[in-house]
């Protein structure tokens, strides 16, 4: 009679362990006291500020390459000049907007404030992100770069931001968005001003497009999983890798093609399926303590 009491208590206080961890997912996975999340906030921002300074000591300073705006298809289409370049960044706006419905929906379960907030900052960027860069491939300019280069690195910081919160904490994620974005934000506008006076550095820039690049596949592959469907997310650093080298091998892949694809519309096609995964894994994915 007293085992099976005893039996009856540790599942209850099983249960309600459990409870309060899924609970406790709304907050932050695994759980962190506002020391810890506090001291892992300086440490993030110690070590990038370490690693920006180190890239500036050891890379010399260097301007944008005026050929980058030399785009392998330039073909003009009912009168529309790089109408492939403009018109692959359609689903950019498209899949920005359904991630923002998405979040917005009230359909997804397991889903707090801060990580509906990353998230939707995440597409809202994306959707930006693919006007800003219609804009550039219609006038193809440092200038008009700015507004390709500004929302997307933005994205890039919300993400890193929104999968700290996934997989590390919540408040952690919602304490470093801020400073990440204003970190892409004014390393892209620096870029911009050191062109306009003739000065032109590119590597706080550079680096504000790597870091993402290379601490979300960090975090994936070191962090344990707090929901199912990870490949998703995985499928999103491939093709930031396929994105990568379609934008080096603009040329290569327009010539491989018959003059079909340029390199360039597979960076865009790339990157946006990759966005699509991020929709894809909000959608499908499962709290591994249910």
């Given at each position: 009679m007293n085992r099976t009491a005893t039996n009856q208590s540790k599942d209850n206080d099983y249960q309600s362990k459990n409870g309060s961890r899924f609970?406790?997912?709304?907050?932050?996975?695994?759980?962190?006291?506002?020391?810890?999340?506090?001291?892992?906030?300086?440490?993030?921002?110690?070590v990038v500020i370490g690693a920006f300074i180190l890239v500036h000591l050891i890379i010399p300073k260097f301007a944008q390459m005026t050929s980058y705006h030399d785009f392998a298809d330039n073909r003009k289409v009912v009168g529309i000049p790089y109408f492939f370049n403009v018109i692959s960044n359609l689903p950019?706006?498209?899949?920005?907007?359904?991630?923002?419905?998405?979040?917005?929906?009230?359909?997804?379960?397991?889903?707090?404030?801060?990580?509906?907030?990353?998230?939707?900052?995440?597409?809202?960027?994306?959707?930006?992100?693919?006007?800003?860069?219609?804009?550039y491939h219609l006038i193809p300019n440092n200038f008009t770069l700015l507004f390709d280069r500004l929302p997307i690195t933005a994205a890039g910081m919300s993400l890193l931001s929104a999968i700290i919160a996934d997989r590390i904490s919540k408040s952690l994620g919602h304490q470093l968005l801020f400073p990440l974005l204003l970190f892409g934000i004014l390393s892209t506008l620096y870029w911009e001003f050191s062109e306009l006076i003739g000065?032109?550095?590119?590597?706080?820039?550079?680096?504000?497009?790597?870091?993402?690049?290379?601490?979300?596949?960090?975090?994936?592959?070191?962090?344990?999983?707090?929901?199912?469907?990870?490949?998703?997310?995985?499928?999103?650093?491939?093709?930031?890798?396929?994105?990568?080298?379609?934008?080096?091998?603009?040329?290569?892949?327009?010539?491989?093609?018959?003059?079909?694809i340029s390199g360039h519309v597979v960076k865009h096609l790339a990157l946006s399926w990759g966005v699509y995964q991020v929709y894809e894994y909000l959608k499908n994915r499962k709290s591994t303590n249910q």
């Open positions: 609970k406790g997912k709304s907050e932050s996975s695994p759980q962190l006291s506002e020391q810890q999340i506090s001291r892992y906030t300086n440490l993030t921002a110690a950019f706006i498209w899949v920005g907007l359904q991630g923002m419905n998405l979040l917005s929906s009230g359909t997804l379960t397991g889903i707090d404030s801060t990580e509906k907030r990353l998230f939707n900052v995440f597409f809202y960027f994306v959707f930006f992100g693919g006007i800003g860069s219609a804009f000065a032109g550095d590119i590597r706080a820039y550079a680096f504000a497009q790597f870091l993402p690049a290379i601490l979300i596949p960090l975090i994936l592959a070191k962090m344990p999983k707090s929901y199912s469907g990870t490949h998703y997310l995985w499928n999103l650093v491939l093709c930031f890798g396929i994105a990568r080298f379609g934008e080096f091998a603009d040329g290569l892949f327009y010539m491989l093609s018959f003059h079909l």
